[in-house]
């Protein structure tokens, strides 16, 4: 059994993170991610693609199981890591807004027209 992975906005055909298993633990969940950044990331991530990435890793990390016997410690990193990753949305939600506004067609219409330029359709 699998997590849910994150598909890429911009190419929903190709995992962004791929599946991680369903019942990694929330460091197994962190390692994951770092991983698929360190493979995927280049200068020329969109927002959407950072959003999207921040925001499975929020939802990940909160659905990973906790480990009840953990110290006082670990459970201030981990605090502190959930800390981190909801204000990353925040700040790409921000980002996304300034760039496409709110209106979602006008997102939309940018990333079609982005990944037709990448792609050289016509």
Do not use: C
């Amino acid at each position: 059994m699998t997590g849910t992975g994150v598909r890429d906005p911009e190419d929903p055909d190709q995992w962004l993170v791929a599946p991680w298993p369903a019942d990694a633990s929330f460091g197994d969940v962190m390692e994951h991610f770092h991983q698929a950044s360190l493979a995927r990331r280049t200068k020329d991530d969109s927002t959407a693609r950072l959003l999207a990435f921040h925001k499975g890793l929020r939802e990940a990390l909160v659905a990973a199981p906790t480990d009840e016997d953990a110290d006082q410690a670990d459970r201030d990193w981990r605090n502190q890591v959930m800390d981190v990753a909801e204000r990353a949305v925040e700040i790409f939600q921000d980002l996304y807004v300034v760039e496409f506004g709110r209106d979602p067609q006008a997102g939309e219409d940018h990333h079609f027209h982005t990944v037709k330029h990448r792609t050289g359709a016509q």
